[in-house]
């Protein structure tokens, strides 16, 4: 008995950065064509079997920059006691390697105060000081409508089938902690992001046992801020991800001879859990 294997065709194909895809043709057959004329199903099947052991050995694994996929075959049309098979070959993530998709296009949000004010008032009239205060209309800041930055990540990530991390029987522990970690933030530094500024909307992806398992990492990024100004308050520290409001008071104006709503306290609330993104398992 033995397997020989030839490769006799290179279908078309196509490649890029993100996608591609290509086939490569073979012929497996046994020289002791006993095997073949066997009316034994499960002879037959093996038969079958060594010959795509042999093509599998003898297909490249790669193949210009593309990786295999899957392997088909039919009998030859011919009845040639041969077989073909049809290597198929198509782009995919490198295992352990992380790639981003990004979309900045930010959000709006409702602010009450302001980086800076100019006042402008009448010829001998005198404008309130508002310390900032946005649209104040009945002695309450009314505040207006602002985009701000908002940067949405999502990293994709292919455990390979080592992966210490997402295997058989971790795999449905890990999908327990992915929910868990949804809607927290990185209590450290993690991938540059420093500790509150990235938020962990979720993950998705398909775990098959013995592949390489590809998932999607989704994260909303914002950065920290320090030493922030609202109205005399001064030095006010905010991780990424905390709020921020603002308590007025109502103050008369003794130049402007007005009464006046102006900060009197500011508030930093954390309203996300903090968990540790090492846990995922991606870098």
């Given at each position: 008995m033995a397997i020989k294997v030839r490769w006799?065709?290179?279908?078309?194909?196509?490649?890029d950065k993100s996608s591609g895809r290509a086939r490569l043709e073979f012929i497996a057959f046994d020289t002791d064509e006993t095997r073949y004329n066997s009316n034994s199903i499960s002879d037959f099947g093996s038969l079958v079997n060594d010959c795509y052991l042999a093509v599998l050995s003898a297909s490249p694994l790669t193949f210009q920059g593309l990786t295999r996929k899957s392997i088909s075959w039919r009998e030859d049309d011919n009845r040639t006691k041969r077989f073909i098979f049809e290597v198929n070959y198509s782009w995919a993530l490198e295992e352990s390697i992380r790639r981003w998709s990004f979309d900045t296009a930010g959000g709006t949000f409702r602010i009450t105060t302001s980086?800076?004010?100019?006042?402008y008032t009448k010829p001998g009239g005198f404008a309130p000081n508002f310390q900032n205060a946005i649209e104040v209309r009945d002695g309450k800041p009314e505040g207006i409508d602002i985009t701000i930055p908002g940067l949405k990540l999502t990293c994709t990530y292919r455990h390979p089938v080592s992966s210490p991390t997402v295997n058989a029987s971790t795999i449905d522990n890990y999908i327990k902690m992915l929910s868990n970690l949804t809607g927290t933030t990185n209590n450290a530094t993690w991938l540059t992001y420093e500790r509150?500024?990235?938020l962990f909307l979720g993950a998705s992806g398909e775990y098959v046992p013995n592949k390489p398992a590809e998932f999607q990492y989704h994260f909303a990024a914002s950065a920290n801020a320090s030493n922030l100004t609202i109205g005399t308050i001064t030095n006010i520290v905010k991780r990424g991800h905390e709020y921020v409001w603002v308590l007025f008071e109502p103050k008369e104006d003794t130049t402007a001879h007005k009464m006046v709503q102006t900060p009197l306290a500011a508030y930093v609330e954390r309203v996300y859990r903090e968990s540790t993104f090492t846990d995922l398992g991606i870098g």
């Open positions: 006799v065709a290179a279908h078309d194909g196509e490649a980086l800076f004010t100019t006042a509150g500024e990235l």
